[in-house]
């Protein structure tokens, strides 16, 4: 199949082809190219505006380097799996600060770009959207049948008894027919402390049916290291009395001189706060504030 009869069968022409010129035919299949590229371009606009991702983020900008411990094979894994045309189930699990949000917003962009409708949101916001909403199940049958949800931040919300049951239909509704995506700080075993022990069980049973589980190390514990990696690079030092000594202040003042602090900076400005004595307050300048 020639591309012009590619494109003339997706706009469900039914006119002949035969009596083009081959110049006419040149200039049909141009054409209709660029109304397939503009009609694509308007499908992603509409859908990245109503998928509750508030801040584009893509797989390209993640730091795998952040993190020694992330599972990055498993995850490549999974990215190479057809997860959207193969109904699957993705759990991130692991403490703030790993990447968790970062990866699952990625994933979302990306299943957008392809032109698949996606719902990102916390479950806070899915708690309200349901007590809000005006039929209940109007709003379990929207949330089901949305070809990619991701439930962000499960773990940090509690659901009532009647906002649980509701969750629990969304995700059984889902369970082998589209692809759900969470992540949590809690292991699957402490979800009891976000929904009864039934629900618990009932929830984690249907994301098991072509799920992946991958459990996040790392968290606080990379960012302060990273931190101490800078503090070397900029030669502060902190002896065993608690003392920080500084040897070029102007690195240090440098290095806290934008709006906008980066993450290493934040950390390092945190565990000079912990070892500051009267003598190192010459260390703290007028950014430490916003850390």
């Given at each position: 199949m020639t591309r012009l009869?590619?494109?003339?069968s997706s706009f469900h022409l039914l006119s002949d082809q035969s009596p083009f010129s081959p110049d006419e035919r040149v200039f049909l299949e141009r054409f209709l190219e660029e109304e397939e590229r503009l009609r694509l371009a308007k499908k992603i606009s509409y859908l990245l505006a109503r998928s509750g991702i508030k801040r584009v983020k893509t797989l390209g900008e993640f730091d795998w380097k952040f993190n020694p411990k992330l599972p990055r094979e498993r995850i490549m894994e999974f990215m190479t799996h057809p997860w959207l045309k193969e109904p699957c189930n993705l759990v991130l699990i692991g403490p703030a600060g790993v990447g968790k949000t970062h990866l699952a917003q990625a994933l979302c962009h990306d299943a957008v770009m392809k032109g698949h409708q996606t719902m990102f949101l916390s479950l806070f916001d899915l708690m309200a959207r349901i007590e809000k909403a005006k039929s209940l199940y109007s709003a379990i049958d929207f949330y089901a049948k949305v070809p990619v949800l991701?439930?962000?931040?499960?773990?940090?919300?509690?659901?009532?008894?009647?906002?649980?049951?509701?969750?629990?239909?969304i995700i059984a509704k889902r369970a082998e027919a589209k692809t759900t995506i969470m992540t949590t700080n809690?292991?699957?075993?402490?979800?009891?402390?976000?929904?009864?022990?039934?629900?618990a069980t009932a929830i984690l049973d249907r994301l098991t049916m072509n799920g992946t589980f991958l459990k996040w190390m790392g968290g606080r514990i990379a960012a302060e290291s990273k931190a101490r990696g800078l503090m070397r690079k900029i030669k502060i030092e902190i002896n065993k009395k608690g003392e920080v000594r500084l040897e070029d202040q102007a690195q240090w003042v440098a290095a806290t001189s934008?709006?906008?602090?980066?993450?290493?900076?934040?950390?390092?400005?945190?565990?000079?706060?912990?070892?500051?004595?009267?003598n190192g307050n010459l260390l703290m300048t007028p950014n430490t504030h916003t850390c």
């Open positions: 009869s590619e494109l003339w991701c439930l962000d931040e499960v773990g940090y919300a509690f659901p009532s008894k009647d906002q649980a049951d509701a969750i629990f239909q809690l292991i699957p075993s402490q979800w009891n402390k976000v929904f009864d022990a039934t629900t934008g709006r906008v602090l980066s993450a290493e900076v934040r950390q390092t400005q945190q565990i000079l706060r912990r070892h500051m004595t009267q």
